[in-house]
């Protein structure tokens, strides 16, 4: 079979889904380890047998509704590619948006602190961003930690993580900067997601009845660690703007603001510490 064949096949057998072609050449790319341009050039190279036999389970894979990025094993943000499987939250580009305010504020040597870290992308990002930063991580998840752990080794970062349930085993304080991207994902949300998002963790998805959980329990929290005039960063749920920024005023943080994404969206809330 060549890769030509190759794509041609995998569309036919892929669920009628309008991105199966962009999800066909992804696929086929990591297995070869080449890029999309690669494949056009190269259409007629002939796949090997295992190249062939991984193809194939791949496309049943996608048909059962597993997350191409749990297949292929990674998932680009900000323009690194991250390790991924089926125990953390796929990253969005619209974290970006987070990543990018919080860039925005850090200095040199900022004591930053990412809570609900997941794969480690925020973290290791700032980490490489700003210079001489020391930041930490943390996740309830053991599992999601080790794969945090793998992209923070493969990046050359040195993150300090944190196994714990938000701030239970921190014993840092004074940090200049909280961020989080918590699970949001309301009680109703949760039983109309996609079934490929159904298979995400639930533990990085469902943020309570409302949706608000989390960003209750990190604010109240948070306070005792940030320093006076430091800052808290939340991505949101476009509808979450008006209760997160309250929960923020409640709870001793001044100049709240939102941050939408590029689709015009509400996506990050920012508030400073007292």
């Known amino acids: 079979m060549t890769i030509e064949e190759a794509i041609k096949n995998g569309i036919k057998k892929l669920k009628n889904t309008e991105d199966r072609i962009i999800k066909v050449k992804m696929l086929l790319s990591a297995i070869l380890d080449v890029d999309k341009t690669y494949l056009v050039i190269n259409e007629k190279q002939a796949l090997t047998k295992e190249q062939e036999e991984k193809f194939e389970n791949g496309i049943e894979s996608l048909n059962k509704n597993t997350p191409i990025q749990y297949i292929t094993g990674f998932q680009e943000f900000y323009g ?49 961003n700003v210079d001489n930063s020391n930041i930490y991580a943390s996740d309830i998840s053991m599992e999601a930690l080790e794969i945090a752990k793998e992209n923070n080794k493969i990046q050359n970062t040195n993150v300090q993580f944190i196994e714990s349930n938000l701030f239970e085993n921190k014993k840092e304080k004074e940090f200049d900067i909280i961020v989080s991207n918590p699970p949001y994902i309301t009680k109703t949300e949760m039983e109309n997601l996609s079934e490929e998002v159904k298979k995400e963790p639930r533990l990085a998805l469902y943020g309570g009845i409302d949706g608000l959980d989390f960003y209750k329990k990190i604010t109240q929290s948070a306070k005792d660690y940030i320093k006076k005039g430091g800052y808290l960063l939340f991505e949101i749920g476009y509808k979450q703007k008006e209760d997160v920024s309250q929960i923020l005023k409640q709870n001793e943080f001044s100049n709240v603001k939102c941050i939408k994404d590029y689709n015009g969206n509400d996506r990050v809330i920012i508030g400073v510490k007292k």
């Open 80 to 128: 690194t590619k991250f390790k991924v499987n089926k125990n953390v939250l796929i990253p969005r580009f619209d974290t970006e948006i987070l990543l990018e305010e919080v860039l925005k504020i850090a200095k040199k040597d900022s004591k930053i602190l990412d809570m609900c870290t997941g794969s480690g992308i925020l973290a290791i990002t700032i980490a490489k």
